[in-house]
Structures are given as structure tokens and as C-alpha cells.
């Protein structure tokens, strides 16, 4: 868990890209990379990162990374290594961000537009 993910977390979080089912559709964080790299600087601003990681063996194999302004959370982007996707790293991602911004005080949470994956686990309302 980071509050403030600096460049060398960010490098980690495009390798997971870089390995993910994301990289054939260039998306992620490797793009448009310049925007997701200047919404992180400009969270740091304000102290709004908010990351969770996930390794393996020393080497990243996801990460869940939004922004908490007060007591509002946006998710930016989740992604993890294709291989693994048996895992469900990321919904466990998304449950640890969520009980960890929750402790933090946020009430309202916005993962984005598609639902599918959050009402498996999630009370819609």
C-alpha cells in the first residue's frame, strides 16, 4: 500500500501493463502514458495517490491505483500479469483498496463506468 507512488512505482505498474491482457489494446498506463504519468504528479500534489501492489518473487504482478480526494475515491486503472489471471488479483486489488480508503474515511467510491465485475461482490446501491 502507497499513498505517494514515486517514478520508480510507476515503472513498475507499466511492466505489469506490459504483461497484461491491456498491452494489446495499449492501454493501462502505457497509454496514453503521458496523461496517466501527469494525473499520478498531480495526485502527489495534493497527497491523493492511493496503490496497492502486488509482487510476486520480488517482481510486480499488479497494482489497483486511484485517487481520494477528501472522502471521494476515483479509480484510475487496475491491471495485472496475464498469466496469472487464475488468481483473481484483481478483485483482491479492488477489496484491498477499497477496505483501505474505507479506513481512510472515504464514503463515496467511483471504480468506473462497468459494473459487471463489481456487483459479483459489491452493493450497487
Not at 513498475?12 to 496514453?32: N, T, Y
Request: overall charge neutral; aromatic content about 12%; proline content about 4%.
Amino acid at each position: 500500500k502507497l499513498d505517494e507512488p514515486s517514478h520508480a512505482e510507476y515503472r513498475l505498474m507499466e511492466a505489469v501493463d506490459f504483461h497484461s491482457w491491456k498491452v494489446f489494446l495499449r492501454g493501462g498506463v502505457i497509454s496514453p502514458k503521458n496523461f496517466y504519468r501527469a494525473l499520478m504528479l498531480r495526485y502527489a500534489r495534493t497527497g491523493a495517490n492511493r496503490l496497492i501492489l502486488a509482487m510476486r518473487d520480488g517482481e510486480p504482478v499488479g497494482y489497483c491505483w486511484a485517487g481520494m480526494i477528501g472522502d471521494q475515491v476515483r479509480g484510475q486503472q487496475c491491471s495485472y500479469v496475464e498469466a496469472l489471471s487464475d488468481l483473481g488479483l484483481g478483485r483482491l486489488m479492488h477489496c484491498e483498496l477499497t477496505k483501505w480508503v474505507c479506513e481512510k474515511g472515504a464514503k463515496i467510491l467511483h471504480y468506473g463506468p462497468e459494473r459487471i465485475w463489481m456487483d459479483a461482490y459489491a452493493d450497487p446501491d
